[in-house]
């Protein structure tokens, strides 16, 4: 299937971090690795859409015995990632794959460790209802995600003020990569339905950006494992 953001991203990949920066000074940057030290030691890890790498960088110095496998449909990111990480001691435990991450294949060992960080808000509701799951099934029981992204606030003027910063972002994106999604979709409801129970969470920029770290239960309590 052909992904329309896929040469979109290619062609931010270079400016990213600037517009970035434009638009949300060091939130962004803060809120990547908020609860990075809370994660308990991993042995694998599976990063989707990290983009330029800072976060898989973090990641990596602060899990040194992990392998990690990061996954980005953009060519152009991956080489940022790679030229990020050329001189980092431990680059040799990261395996890259350039790879529309709706189509993933089975992975020979489930992993330790999901992370995705403003990469769930390029999708919408449908997608997320069928790739979620099959993403948290990478996943060991009893394993981690790691999820960094931007919410909603429930109401008043963080409310207003969060809508006017995802209109104009949606619209940059859209510009940009063709993003198809317009809305963003409540992770919330839908992480509670994946079987999925929250360790530890903080919110940041007046609510409009959220670090999560959840552990995936066991399979007799997890629904997402009894369907597609
Ligand atoms: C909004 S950027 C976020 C980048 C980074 N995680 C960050 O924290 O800034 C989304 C990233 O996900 C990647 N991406 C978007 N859709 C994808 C897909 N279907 N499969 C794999 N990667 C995808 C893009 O190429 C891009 O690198």
Redesign the pocket.
Known sequence: MC?P?EHG?DRL?KH?HFF?KLMFGEN?TKA?VALLDSIPACCSALV?????G??LEALLSSQPECQITS????ER?LDIQQARLSNHPLRNNITWRQ????ELQEFEQPFDLLV????L???HLQDLETHLPQWLRTLRPGGHFYF?DFQEPKAGWKRLRAKLYLTAMHQF?RWQTNLPNRNLVDMNRLLNQCGTEILMSQNMNHDLICARLYRTLPKEENQCSKSD
Request: some cysteine.
């Open positions: 992904n953001t991203y990949a990213y970035e962004l990547r989707l859409g990290d983009g330029d800072r976060l996954i980005d449909q953009s990111m790879q529309d991450a709706r995705s960080a403003f990469f808000d390029c999708f960094v994106f």
